[in-house]
């Protein structure tokens, strides 16, 4: 019989968060082994242009347009130590009772330190946040699925810490 330690919560969380991002990684190889691979340089260039209009939103305090790189679908999900929160409008509504103001937005900088190709429609982009505010500067990792979408690359899976 297998015994398993116990874990805490936060521990939990990031393996299940691993073991479904291992898991899916596959699939989407999987799905995607038929299809054309893609430019990496280009997908490399239209993800860092996304992030880019990312901060350029989150800057001027419009959460939406800050949203608008995350996929609107009810099968995406936001994973952070508060736990996973799944679709778009879950999502949004969470960013905007964490940051109802510009003052708590902050001015966001993104630092991409890692990206990694996941198939020929999928892309991981690995990297730190910082929020510059008045009195702080709260800061973190985040881990990012994107997917090749017709409208263009789009957050499945944010993983933030």
């Known amino acids: 019989m297998i015994k398993l330690k116990k874990l805490n919560s936060r521990k939990w969380l990031t393996l299940t968060t ?22 990496m340089e280009a997908t490399r260039t239209a993800i860092s242009e996304a992030m880019n209009a990312q901060e350029a939103a989150w800057n001027n305090g419009d959460i939406p347009g800050f949203m608008q790189f995350y996929k609107n679908d009810p099968g995406i999900s936001f994973v952070s130590e508060r736990g996973v929160d799944k679709g778009y409008e879950t999502i949004l509504k969470r960013y905007q009772k964490s940051y109802p103001d510009t003052a708590t937005m902050g001015k966001l900088e993104f630092e991409i330190l890692e990206f990694i190709p996941a198939g020929s429609m999928n892309a991981m982009v690995i990297g730190s946040w910082t929020l510059f505010r008045e009195n702080d500067e709260p800061g973190g990792y985040f881990s990012l699925l994107w997917e090749k979408t017709p409208d263009g690359w789009k957050i499945i899976n944010d993983h933030t810490s």
Not at 22 to 39: H, L, M, P, R, V
């Open 18 to 39: 691993l073991i479904l991002v291992f898991a899916g990684c596959g699939q989407i190889e999987e799905q995607n082994s038929t299809k054309e691979s893609y430019d």
